[in-house]
């Protein structure tokens, strides 16, 4: 019986995704019938480590609220790093999640869930201060997967991290 729920919400899903399935007030319409995502907190959980490849780890909470009245499925969250080379996106692992570098997650109209995790820096990226940036509904160079009220408040403000 719950193979068979999954399944139908899997099915339900990529009709939802594909737009040949809507929710109650999800269609056409006026902007305040659609989600809006942000992310309401974004820090640091621990201090900066480095692991046995010699990479800098460093542990991450961000909570993310659909602030809209719909809501919301498969949107991804990712961190954003501005350091010496540019800007770049740093893997953001996320205990039970299915995918290792983004978070993918469904979440009801006015919830709120919290990730905590680490993000992996590169070897190369040791004593430096580096500038970090939480984006939810991430596109990754694919179409956004939310279509948002406000897309433009995706993005968290920056905390800066040094790294051993």
Same mark, same amino acid.
């Given at each position: ?38 992310? /309401?907190?974004? @820090?640091?959980? =621990? +201090?900066?480590?480095? #692991?046995?490849?010699?990479?800098? %780890? ?18 991804? /969250?990712?961190? @954003?790093?501005? =350091? +010496?080379?540019?800007? #770049?996106?740093?893997?953001?692992? %996320? ?70």
């Amino acid at each position: 019986m719950r193979s068979l729920l999954s399944a139908l919400l899997i099915a339900f899903t990529i009709l939802l995704l594909s737009g040949c399935a809507t929710l109650p007030g999800s269609g056409p319409g006026p902007s305040a019938s659609k989600a809006d995502l942000i992310v /309401t907190k974004f @820090e640091t959980a =621990g +201090p900066a480590t480095v #692991n046995a490849q010699n990479s800098v %780890v460093v542990p991450i909470r961000m909570v993310v609220k659909n602030q809209g009245p719909v809501v919301t499925y498969i949107f991804r /969250t990712a961190i @954003e790093y501005t =350091g +010496p080379w540019g800007t #770049n996106l740093v893997p953001f692992t %996320v205990p039970a999640q299915s995918d290792l570098s983004y978070p993918w997650t469904p979440l009801s109209s006015g919830g709120e869930m919290e990730y905590e995790g680490k993000v992996t820096f590169h070897p190369s990226l040791h004593n430096v201060t580096l500038s970090l940036v939480a984006i939810v509904d991430h596109c990754g160079g694919t179409p956004c997967r939310v279509d948002e009220s406000n897309g433009g408040n995706n993005r968290s403000a920056p905390i800066s991290v040094s790294l051993p």
